[in-house]
């Protein structure tokens, strides 16, 4: 049976939140129609192995399809790729896709992020970038042969590309504009204890520099006026969201979709999930906007269940995320900015401990380097809104 008086569920994103949202549906018991929209040819697909296997291994980009094709089509789900969402209109309850519009009862935006470019590039000759599955194809293409590979960003993203180049025996120049690298995810002070990974590993990182403008033939100027010769350049610099389609339908952006605590984006059965998604987090009591696979798959299964149900539960987690990294596992869970850091086991700077934050006296984040228990127990902790003392306490019966 519907729900809610609910027909027509249309998924505005066919990556791994427009999936869950979907299968989740399906699980709640919504017999009604979903269309699942996607502006790329491919089918849900892991985007974490791209950076962590495709470019590693050599692992077949098509072999990271989250589901076969026969699965969508067992579920009901009809499946419109490479078919972009070009406008909403809220009041007339339509998703535009150029000169066609698919009425919906519900919507739910998953449209989520798009790689930040770097400036004064000509068209054709840009640096790559990894954010789509045609990304990796062609960034595995083009790591083939080549001596030196210039990394621009030090981030999870591009410290991932420049491990998977190391490994396969390419000489890595990693350039970053903050003077500790990943000190906006980690802190200055765990990203400092993390400063020696890429040297550890024979790749070169280059601090407080960045490009200017492309020199001559394959030679790049940088911000400290020096001349850089490579091959290739990646570029690792952040993403925005995916949000140019929605600019004349009165939904308020910002950075990304504006949502309320259940993910609401206002008008009636509108919702917003994932990267593009904006909401006040109540484990944390703050706005944010996470880029992280784990989120973006459990606000879609939130989501659907607030749909079926009829429900405005307010979406509470802890926005885990793990990196892989010269084969040492990253995982960071909670909130840093702002936070005091202690280092509660082990040691951060031999990739083998386990760092908490602390805002007064509650535990809000975790990283834990080559310690994945903990690094799940952690945010099992930080999710059931432990004080800082009781953590202590539990981390004691750990060992």
């Given at each position: 049976m519907t729900s809610n008086g609910l027909r027509r569920v249309v998924i505005a994103g066919a990556g791994i939140a427009g999936l869950r949202t979907a299968e989740t549906l399906r699980r709640e018991g919504f017999d009604g129609s979903i269309t699942l929209v996607g502006n790329e040819p491919h089918p849900a697909y892991d985007r974490p192995a791209l950076s962590k296997e495709v470019l590693r291994s050599g692992r077949d980009p098509k072999e990271t399809y989250l589901r076969p094709l026969?699965?969508?089509?067992?579920?009901g789900i009809d499946l419109l790729l490479g078919r972009p969402a070009t406008g909403l209109d809220v009041e007339r309850r339509r998703v535009l896709l150029g000169d066609e519009d698919l009425p919906f009862d519900a919507l739910v935006i998953?449209?989520?992020?798009?790689?930040?470019?770097?400036?004064?590039?000509?068209?054709?000759?840009?640096?790559?970038?990894?954010?789509?599955?045609?990304?990796?194809?062609?960034?595995?293409?083009?790591?083939?042969?080549?001596?030196?590979?210039?990394?621009?960003?030090?981030?999870?993203?591009?410290?991932?590309?420049?491990?998977a180049a190391r490994?396969?025996?390419?000489?890595?120049?990693?350039?970053?504009?903050?003077?500790?690298?990943?000190?906006?995810?980690?802190?200055?002070?765990?990203?400092?204890?993390?400063?020696?990974?890429?040297?550890?590993?024979?790749?070169?990182?280059?601090?407080g520099v960045t490009i200017v403008g492309p020199g001559e033939s394959r030679s790049l100027r940088l911000s400290d006026g020096t001349v850089l010769e490579t091959d290739l350049v990646v570029a690792g610099i952040g993403v925005v969201p995916e949000t140019g389609w929605l600019r004349d339908s009165g939904l308020a952006l910002g950075d990304g979709v504006i949502c309320d605590a259940a993910l609401s984006a206002g008008p009636p059965g509108v919702y917003a999930v994932g990267d593009v998604a904006n909401w006040p987090n109540p484990l944390f009591g703050a706005r944010m906007r996470v880029e992280h696979w784990t989120n973006a798959s459990q606000q879609a299964a939130a989501v659907a269940r607030n749909l079926v149900r009829g429900t405005a539960e307010p979406?509470?987690?802890?926005?885990?995320?793990?990196?892989?990294?010269?084969?040492?596992?990253?995982?960071?869970?909670?909130v840093t900015a702002g936070a005091d850091v202690e280092q509660v086991a082990g040691d951060i700077a031999?990739?083998?401990?386990?760092?908490?934050?602390?805002?007064?006296?509650?535990?809000?984040?975790?990283?834990?380097?080559?310690?994945?228990?903990?690094?799940?127990?952690s945010a099992a902790l930080i999710?059931?809104?432990?004080?800082?003392?009781?953590?202590?306490?539990?981390l004691a019966s750990w060992t």
């Open positions: 026969g699965k969508y089509e067992n579920l998953a449209t989520g992020v798009a790689p930040r470019r770097l400036p004064g590039w000509e068209p054709g000759g840009e640096p790559l970038v990894l954010r789509s599955l045609d990304d990796a194809v062609r960034l595995q293409s083009a790591l083939t042969g080549i001596r030196h590979l210039t990394v621009v960003g030090a981030g999870f993203i591009g410290s991932e590309v420049a491990a490994e396969r025996g390419i000489e890595v120049t990693v350039l970053e504009l903050e003077r500790t690298p990943l000190a906006r995810s980690l802190g200055p002070e765990m990203g400092a204890a993390l400063m020696n990974l890429h040297r550890d590993h024979g790749t070169e990182l280059r601090l979406f509470r987690r802890a926005n885990y995320v793990w990196s892989d990294q010269y084969s040492v596992r990253i995982q960071l869970t909670g031999e990739r083998d401990g386990l760092a908490w934050y602390r805002s007064g006296d509650r535990l809000v984040g975790a990283l834990a380097v080559g310690r994945p228990h903990a690094g799940l127990k999710e059931a809104g432990t004080s800082w003392d009781e953590a202590l306490a539990e």
